[in-house]
């Protein structure tokens, strides 16, 4: 497999060739850095969003929108589909590097900088480590990175600053929302993973969540965009093994399945990382086991979608 860096960065050109159509910023830092304001002070948008997404799973994913509904309200739809599943999804597309400084800056950064890293489980699991002069670390914060922030990535990655790029949003935007129900399929293959599933067995993944709407109000749009996918994620997967495990996937395995996540994080003091794992999940998974039985878990829940997005009857 080619350098998944080097995928995302021609994304990365395409995002910065056609940035006024895209509504998209981009400002070139002291450190020779670039940034992306996909949707912090930037307007951004649906294709900016399905944009980004295609970045932060470094081009091995087809992302596309359509149209669907949540309590009988037409809503968009965010499709993820990928025959690379660990790398795009567990190697590249997962939040897993936690920026956080002294200075107050603080975000979750996705994307393939991670593989250059490959500190976390999955990269060991799945023997990925990629090598090359050029990185992309997707970064979902409430303000635009600075210095201090590339040079760090850069240091971790390996790279010279002047050859990071970092495409930001916030939570609360519309490239916000879109990013994350583009997660459906990711969320699943880290929950198989997480339960002790090897990821290179899962040969392709598809999925499916609603677009939240957007609130500037942080602390609700992080709430939404996760109901969104708890309660409205779809995924279908194709793995070569069977499992006992394949119940504990979707959300409704958590015991706080039912109860709305901004609940859940004023519960959680706001602390990401104080939340049980079992509630990041999509809410109903198929899984078919090549030359084996298909196993149906999970179901959907448009009460609390409903509530959540503030839909009025």
């Known amino acids: 497999m080619d350098s998944i860096n ?3 960065i021609e994304l990365v050109d395409e995002a910065i060739d056609f940035a006024d159509e895209l509504r998209v910023d981009v400002y070139e830092l002291d450190t020779g850095a670039t940034v992306l304001d996909f949707g912090v002070n930037a307007e951004g948008g649906i294709e900016a969003g399905l944009l980004l997404s295609e970045i932060e799973t470094a081009g091995l994913a087809t992302i596309q929108s359509q149209m669907g509904d949540v309590a009988g309200a037409p809503r968009p739809y965010i499709e993820v589909q990928t025959d690379h599943p660990a790398l795009a999804l567990l190697c590249s597309q997962k939040a897993g590097w936690e920026l956080a400084f002294e200075s107050g800056f603080e975000g ?3 994307g393939p900088a991670r593989a250059l890293v490959a500190e ?4 060991h699991q799945v023997e990925y480590f990629d090598e090359f002069d050029l990185t992309v670390l997707g970064v979902e914060s409430i303000e635009l990175p600075d210095d201090e922030v590339a040079e760090h990535v850069a240091e971790t ?3 010279e600053p002047s050859g990071v790029f970092l495409p930001t ?3 609360g935007s519309t490239v916000g929302s879109v990013t994350a129900a583009a997660r459906a399929a990711e969320l699943a293959v880290f929950r198989l993973f997480e339960l002790g599933y090897d990821p290179r067995k899962i040969l392709s993944a598809f999925g499916a969540a609603p677009v939240a709407p957007v609130s500037y109000d942080e602390g609700v749009a992080m709430g939404r965009t996760n109901d969104a996918l708890a309660y409205g994620g779809e995924v279908h997967l194709t793995v070569t ?4 495990d394949f119940d504990e996937v979707p959300s409704t395995a958590g015991e706080e399945y039912g109860t ?3 609940q859940i994080f004023e519960e959680a003091d706001w602390d990401f990382y104080d939340i049980p794992a079992t509630v990041f999940a999509p809410a109903k998974v198929t899984i078919d086991v090549v030359n084996g039985p298909t196993y149906v878990h999970g179901e959907t829940d448009e009460e609390i979608l409903a509530e959540s997005f503030g839909i009025q009857p």
């Open 6 to 8: 080097r995928m995302a």
């Open 108 to 110: 979750l950064g996705s």
């Open 120 to 123: 976390e489980d999955e990269f």
């Open 157 to 159: 990655a390996g790279v």
């Open 169 to 171: 949003y916030a939570t």
């Open 241 to 244: 093994e069977d499992f006992d």
């Open 260 to 262: 709305p996540f901004e």
